[in-house]
């Protein structure tokens, strides 16, 4: 995990330690840890999707644990970004139910269409596309993730729409 390279203002606001605080409220004392994955939710919606080692170290400090411990969770799932990403991320489910339903050409057609390589973000900072385990929608393949939607039964054309329909501003990223 080596995101040294990325430059990141840490900005924990009154209304995000609020939250934050709320968080670990539902836990008990000695049991801080245990909102490590929606302080990190929290944390990263509020610094522009992505999470450097310096915000991390604070995440860690605010729960009194230690920074690996922070560094282990955020390296092993795929919800947790450990660099900037496109305003649009584009998650193409790429287990079995996808991949036999053409997922991986879609996601190679998706990059030859922005112009970039699988994990690449567009040079405008718009689109980001990866590859990511089982989504849980296999009745629905192949499909993505974009933001808190899924984007289902895909095929050129609906690409196509989807990534015209974030250019004007019309999807909506958040369940908010």
Same mark, same amino acid.
């Given at each position: 995990?080596?995101? %040294?390279? /990325?430059?990141?203002?840490?900005?924990? %606001?009154?209304?995000?330690?609020?939250?934050?605080?709320? $968080?670990?409220?539902?836990? !008990? &004392? +000695?049991?801080?840890?245990?909102?490590?994955? !929606?302080?990190?939710?929290?944390?990263? &919606?509020?610094?522009?999707?992505?999470?450097? *080692? !310096?915000?991390? +170290?604070? #995440?860690?400090?605010? $729960?009194?644990?230690? !920074?690996?411990?922070? *560094?282990?969770?955020?390296?092993? /799932? %795929?919800? /947790?970004?450990? =660099?900037?990403?496109? =305003? *649009?991320?584009?998650?193409?489910?790429?287990?079995?139910?996808?991949?036999?339903?053409?997922?991986?050409?879609?996601? &190679?057609?998706?990059?030859? =269409?922005?112009?970039?390589?699988?994990?690449?973000? %567009?040079?405008?900072?718009?689109?980001? #596309?990866?590859?990511?385990?089982?989504?849980?929608?296999?009745? /629905?393949?192949?499909?993505?993730?974009?933001? +808190?939607? *899924?984007?289902?039964?895909?095929? =050129?054309?609906?690409? &196509?729409?989807?990534?015209?329909?974030?250019?004007?501003?019309?999807?909506? $990223?958040?369940?908010?």
């Amino acid at each position: 995990m080596e995101n %040294t390279q /990325y430059k990141q203002e840490i900005n924990i %606001t009154p209304e995000l330690m609020t939250r934050i605080n709320e $968080l670990i409220g539902h836990y !008990p &004392d +000695d049991k801080r840890k245990s909102a490590l994955l !929606p302080v990190l939710h929290e944390v990263q &919606d509020a610094h522009e999707n992505w999470l450097s *080692y !310096p915000l991390m +170290d604070k #995440v860690a400090e605010i $729960l009194n644990i230690q !920074p690996i411990e922070v *560094y282990e969770v955020v390296s092993f /799932y %795929t919800m /947790y970004n450990q =660099k900037p990403i496109g =305003k *649009y991320m584009f998650e193409f489910c790429r287990t079995s139910c996808c991949a036999v339903r053409g997922a991986e050409d879609l996601m &190679d057609y998706t990059c030859e =269409k922005l112009g970039i390589k699988e994990g690449e973000t %567009t040079p405008d900072g718009m689109f980001t #596309v990866v590859g990511v385990e089982c989504l849980g929608a296999c009745g /629905y393949a192949p499909m993505m993730q974009v933001g +808190d939607f *899924y984007k289902e039964h895909l095929t =050129k054309e609906k690409v &196509d729409t989807i990534i015209a329909e974030c250019r004007e501003g019309k999807i909506n $990223l958040h369940d908010k």
